[in-house]
C-alpha cells in the first residue's frame, strides 16, 4: 500500500470514525519492534520492520530502529547501507551522523568515520548541554580526548551543575593524564585558545573579543 494510499484512507476513517486507524495500528507494530529490541531480540525487531512500509512521521523512528538493530548484530556494513539510503532525507540528524561516525570505526575505517564526525561537529547544536556531551562521547570513541573535553567544558558553561558533562570531563582529564605519564612529558591541549576563538567567530557579535584573545596571544603567546 502506498503512503498515498494510507492518507486517503486515513482521511476517510478520520471523516468516518473520528480514528486515525491506520496511523494507529502502524504505531502499534513500530512499537511492537521496539520492544524486540529493548529486549535484545534485534532479528525479530527487523522481521516487523521488514513486513511494514512506513512513510511519513513513523519513518525516521522504523529507520532508528532499524540501525540500532543492525549494529547490536554487528552488521555494521548494513548500516550504513540504511544510514546512507536516509542521511539525505535527514541531513541534520545527529542519530545518523553518529551511527555513521560509529560503523566506519567499528568497521576499521578511521579516515570515514573522522569525516563524518567532522560533519556532526558542523551540524550539532552547541547551544544544548545534552548535544554538546553527546558529541564529547563521539570524540571520545575517536581517542581525541582533547576535543571531548573542550565540548565538555561547553556544556558545564551552559549549566556548571550537569553531572553528565562532569563526569565526562573527568574521563577525559584522566585520559590526558595517562598519555603524559605514558611519554613522560605533561599533554595540555594545544587546540583549546584557538578552538575557543574558531567558535567564537561563528557569531559576529564576537568579533571584539575575538580580536583582544588574538592581541593578547600575539603579545604574550599561548600559555605553556
Not at 552488521?75 to 561516525?101: A, C
Not at 573542550?150 to 574521563?171: H, N, P, Q, R, W
Not at 574558531?198 to 571584539?208: H, S, V
Amino acid at each position: 500500500m502506498s503512503f498515498l494510499q494510507i492518507e486517503n484512507l486515513t482521511k476517510s476513517y478520520a471523516t468516518q470514525n473520528g480514528v486515525n486507524t491506520i496511523l494507529q495500528n502502524l504505531n502499534l507494530e513500530i512499537e511492537k519492534a521496539k520492544n524486540e529490541f529493548d529486549d535484545r531480540n534485534y532479528e525479530r525487531a527487523l522481521e516487523i520492520l521488514d513486513s511494514l512500509e512506513v512513510e511519513g512521521e513513523y519513518h525516521k523512528l522504523a529507520v532508528m530502529i532499524r540501525i540500532a538493530s543492525l549494529m547490536a548484530l554487528k552488521r555494521y556494513d548494513d548500516s550504513l547501507s540504511v544510514i546512507d539510503s536516509n542521511i539525505e532525507k535527514f541531513p541534520y540528524s545527529d542519530f545518523l551522523w553518529s551511527r555513521r561516525v560509529e560503523c566506519h570505526y567499528f568497521n576499521g575505517d578511521e579516515e570515514n568515520a573522522v569525516k563524518s564526525l567532522e560533519e556532526l561537529e558542523r551540524i550539532v547544536n552547541k547551544d544544548e548541554k545534552h548535544a554538546l556531551v553527546f558529541l564529547a562521547e563521539e570524540f571520545e570513541l575517536l581517542d581525541n580526548h582533547e576535543k571531548a573535553l573542550k565540548y565538555c567544558d561547553m556544556a558545564l558553561g551552559i549549566d556548571e551543575d550537569f553531572e553528565d558533562a562532569v563526569l565526562k570531563s573527568e574521563t577525559d582529564k584522566s585520559a590526558m593524564a595517562e598519555v603524559g605519564e605514558e611519554y613522560g612529558f605533561p599533554v595540555y591541549s594545544v587546540v583549546d585558545v584557538y578552538d575557543i576563538i574558531e567558535y567564537l567567530e561563528e557569531d559576529e557579535k564576537n568579533r571584539e573579543n575575538v580580536e583582544r584573545i588574538k592581541n593578547y596571544l600575539l603579545v604574550n603567546g599561548a600559555k605553556e
